[in-house]
T-cell receptor
Framework: EDKVVQSPLSLVVHEGDTVTLNCSYE??????LLWYKQEKKAPTFLFML????IEKKSGRLSSILDKKELFSILNITATQTGDSAVYLC???????????FGQGTTLQVKP | DGGITQSPKYLFRKEGQNVTLSCEQN?????MYWYRQDPGQGLRLIYY???????QKGDIAEGYSVSREKKESFPLTVTSAQKNPTAFYLC????????????FGSGTQLSVL
């Protein structure tokens, strides 16, 4: 059965800290891995990764995929209170074309 | 502004009652999806539609029904057969069914009275 596991499930840090969120997966015929940020209610797209070892970067956020070890990390440097959210990881299988989501990591950044 | 609109934000269901959640998009996307989000669990796919007048069951379709009569609209009905309907429901769309990048609405929180 295809599955995606995120860790940690929750995390509390202080402003300025650097955090690393993890996403591991077991999916038949991997196609892509996506990260979303869910603050308040609506998830918003952050990154899509398909190739191993190539870092995607947007401001203080970056992500990388390791297809050999079947995981991805999302890094956030110099965290701000506005980074507080649930971060969702999802993997797409070529077999089904559907997204399989992990449980999410709840990040709280304290002033 | 282009986007996805879900309504209502909060909904209460009485036992034995069917309720319908609205989802409208003006992004001109072909594919639309309904997900259910429970605390501590990932998003689970209920139904999806790749084109008008066609839809497929997702992983947890029992107790739910949908229709896709217009490209812009994909309403979800939670029927009385769904015994544990309390959850947060998210509607999403994508340009095509093979496009993984989803755009989400702001969700509907459904609770049972």
């Amino acid at each position: 059965e295809d599955k995606v596991v995120q860790s940690p499930l929750s995390l509390v840090v202080h402003e300025g800290d650097t955090v690393t969120l993890n996403c591991s997966y077991e999916v038949t015929n991997f196609r892509s891995l996506l990260w979303y940020k869910q603050e308040k209610k609506a998830p918003t797209f952050l990154f899509m990764l398909t190739s191993s070892g190539i870092e995607k970067k947007s401001g203080r956020l970056s992500s990388i995929l390791d297809k050999k070890e079947l995981f991805s990390i999302l890094n956030i440097t110099a965290t701000q209170t506005g980074d507080s959210a649930v971060y969702l990881c999802a993997v797409v299988s070529s077999n089904t074309g559907k997204l399989i989501f992990g449980q999410g990591t709840t990040l709280q950044v304290k002033p | 502004d282009g986007g996805i609109t879900q309504s209502p934000k909060y909904l209460f269901r009485k036992e034995g009652q069917n309720v319908t959640l609205s989802c409208e998009q003006n992004l001109n996307h072909d594919a639309m999806y309904w997900y259910r989000q429970d605390p501590g669990q990932g998003l689970r796919l209920i139904y999806y539609s790749q084109i008008v007048n066609d839809f497929q069951k997702g992983d947890i379709a029992e107790g739910y029904s949908v229709s896709r009569e217009k490209k812009e609209s994909f309403p979800l009905t939670v029927t009385s057969a769904q015994k544990n309907p309390t959850a947060f429901y998210l509607c999403a769309s994508s340009i095509g069914s093979t496009n993984e990048k989803l755009f989400f609405g702001s969700g509907t929180q459904l609770s049972v009275l």
